[in-house]
């Protein structure tokens, strides 16, 4: 079983950054891939980074470049840093966590935390 926490979110203007963390609770975190998904308003929830336990990193087009996912696994911890941030970056953010090899839909991650609110301003 692993909870997560996330923290971090918050209102900023275009142009600016904030680092999300996301707080895993178990002995095994270092054995998970994790992710982190965005959901806006009225839309699907959608992939936005993700680490694979063996330190691989991946990103959606939208973000690649703007933002970098890490992770400190004697923390048990994730971090999403996001720079240059847009309007269209504004949802509610989830960190995750899986054993699965896909890394990239919603349906392979088993334990989710309850999302932190990023609001961009123009």
């Known amino acids: 079983q692993v909870q997560l926490v996330e923290s971090g979110g918050g209102l900023v203007q275009a142009g600016g950054s904030l680092r999300l963390t996301c707080a895993a609770s178990g002995r095994t975190f270092s054995s998970y891939s994790m ?25 959606a087009e939208s973000v690649k470049g703007r933002f970098t996912i890490s992770r400190d696994n004697a923390k048990n911890t994730v971090y999403l840093q996001m720079d240059s941030l847009k309007p269209e970056d504004t949802a509610v953010y989830y960190c995750a966590a899986t054993m699965s090899r896909m890394l990239v839909t919603t349906t392979s991650y088993n334990y989710w935390g309850q999302g932190t609110q990023v609001t961009v301003s123009s």
Do not use: H, L
């Open 35 to 59: 992710g982190w998904f965005r959901q806006a308003p009225g839309k699907e929830r959608e992939f936005v980074a993700a680490n694979r336990w063996t330190g691989s990193t991946y990103y």
